[in-house]
T-cell receptor
């Protein structure tokens, strides 16, 4: 089983739609969780950290379920500019490396 | 201002000809990573440094080496590039904290001819 698994998509949604991405991780020792966004041929950039209590940043909501080892990202009112690949990233903390999922591609269509 | 800088942005090298990619950071982070990313794939960790301690991934080929002469700089050396090594190479840095947010450079796109 891969350490971090995501549905690769692509998700093609109309502007204004709500879309949800899921991610599962296999290592129960994982401490930190992130969603990164990567535009085509660019470097990944941090979108948001994910906390057990859930967190929201504008149209983006991230949730963590430690018992199920499951992370989600919800995007409301999708914009054309949200089109990108969304990478689920997990870490055991300290100096251990970040482990990336394969990413979920989102295309928001006018 | 760019905080993690990779040079060059684009590199073309000949099959078998050694090549070095460089990364510098102004964040004073103690952890530096090199990732390889091929088209439509996740970034794959090659190795990382925690200060001067080098951590190689088990499946990183011997063809890939790294040097970190000081906190700010890290190099990726590919001793004999093959066609399969063509990829985007991403350098990232983080602090070794409980929530190590990683900052990425813009990447070097390597082409092997």
């Amino acid at each position: 089983r891969k350490e971090v698994e995501q549905d690769p998509g692509p998700f093609n949604v109309p502007e204004g739609a709500t879309v949800a991405f899921n991610c599962t991780y296999s290592n129960s020792a994982s401490q930190s969780f992130f969603w990164y966004r990567q535009d085509c041929r660019k470097e990944p950039k941090l979108l948001m950290s994910v906390y057990s209590s859930g967190n929201e940043d504008g149209r983006f909501t991230a949730q963590l379920n430690r018992a199920s080892q499951y992370i989600s990202l919800l995007i409301r009112d999708s914009k054309l500019s949200d089109s990108a690949t969304y990478l689920c990233v997990v870490n055991k903390g300290g100096n251990t490396p970040l482990v990336f999922g394969k990413g979920t591609r989102l295309s928001v269509i006018a | 201002d760019a905080m993690v800088i990779q040079n060059p942005r684009y590199q073309v090298t000949q099959f078998g000809k050694p090549v070095t990619l460089s990364c510098s950071q102004t964040l004073n982070h103690n952890v530096m990573y090199w990732y390889q990313q091929k088209s439509s794939q996740a970034p794959k960790l090659l190795f990382h440094y925690y200060d001067k301690d080098f951590n190689n991934e088990a499946d990183t080929p011997d063809n890939f080496q790294s040097r970190r002469p000081n906190t700010s700089f890290c190099f990726l050396d590919i001793r004999s590039p093959g066609l399969g090594d063509a990829a985007m190479y991403l350098c990232a840095t983080s602090r070794a904290t409980l929530e190590p947010e990683a900052f990425f450079g813009q990447g070097t796109r390597l082409t092997v001819v």
